[in-house]
């Protein structure tokens, strides 16, 4: 039997969302330690209709398949509709280190689009509030990349980073350009090193500093999902109302459809009814205590 497509339809009409297509990967980045950003492009020719590569939507994932070790969910963090896709990705393992491990030439397979996305259209008029532990930031990247593309359309932007350590900080390069074009741009980390002028602490504390109208702001939150826990309940705290705050869940998806149960949440599946999903409905579902 055929797998169902999603429900937001982001893969091509038709088309088996478990059969991967062949993309190539055109470069390799290193990031931080461990954590290698690759850019694919499908092999596909893109004037052919039938096997057209999918756009996406910010917050959404893609299936990579490592070719003899494994597939794995990696949120996409960059590209362009129907052609260059990047993924960061950190290696923990066996897939992810042999997709880390790839350099420019071999082909990889990829699934996908699935999962909702960010929604971010509809903060449009208010402040936004990006909040990112550690590779947390890959999947909102698209987030601020968006706005900057639509810079009239959002109020303020208040962008916070958590990280374990300084040379754990993502895009620091990107963030930096991100400051220069008007974003306020704020990080801190768990420990310093020689060097680091900025705060050590939590990234909590940043909500607390950070200015926005909460009365009509957004927030963005990807990260630990302790760290999403009490960031959500900083923002909360803040004025900001749970249906305006989006959290992207990490769970361990296999089939991406719904269909095998592995990232079952509560009455929820993260890969067909996220990952992003709202405070208002993710808070109670967080509070179930797993067997």
Not at 175 to 183: C, F, H, I, K
Request: net charge positive.
């Amino acid at each position: 039997m055929e797998a169902p497509a999603p429900a937001d339809g982001s893969l091509r009409a038709g088309a088996d969302p478990m059969r991967p297509r062949p993309y190539r990967v055109v470069r390799n980045r290193r990031e931080t330690r461990g954590v290698m950003t690759l850019t694919l492009e499908p092999l596909e020719a893109p004037e052919s209709r039938e096997r057209q590569p999918a756009s996406y939507e910010p917050g959404q994932f893609n299936m990579l398949w490592a070719f003899g070790v494994g597939e794995a969910a990696i949120s996409i963090s960059g590209g362009r509709p129907g052609g260059a896709v990047l993924h960061t990705i950190r290696d923990v393992g066996a897939i992810s280190g042999a997709l880390c491990r790839a350099r420019r030439g071999p082909v990889i397979g990829l699934r996908g689009p699935f999962g909702t996305g960010w929604e971010v259209d509809q903060a449009e008029g208010a402040d936004v509030v990006v909040v990112a532990g550690g590779l947390g930031l890959a999947p909102l990247r698209p987030v601020v990349r968006h706005i900057l593309a639509a810079r009239r359309r959002f109020g303020r932007v208040a962008i916070l980073l958590g990280a374990r350590s300084p040379d754990q900080l993502l895009y620091r390069r990107e963030a930096a350009r991100w400051e220069r074009a008007g974003l306020a741009v704020a990080a801190t980390v768990d420990h310093a090193f020689p060097g680091w002028t900025g705060p050590v602490g939590l990234v909590t504390d940043l909500i607390d500093r950070a200015a926005f109208d909460p009365t009509q702001a957004f927030g963005f939150v990807c990260g630990p999902e302790v760290m999403m826990r009490f960031s959500a309940r900083a923002l909360t705290e803040r004025g900001v109302a749970p249906e305006r705050i989006r959290l992207s869940m990490e769970r361990n998806m296999k089939c991406a459809v719904g269909l095998c149960g592995h990232c079952q949440l509560g009455p929820a599946f993260v890969c067909r009814d996220g990952p992003v999903f709202t405070w208002e409905r993710l808070g109670p579902l967080m509070a179930i205590r797993e067997l």
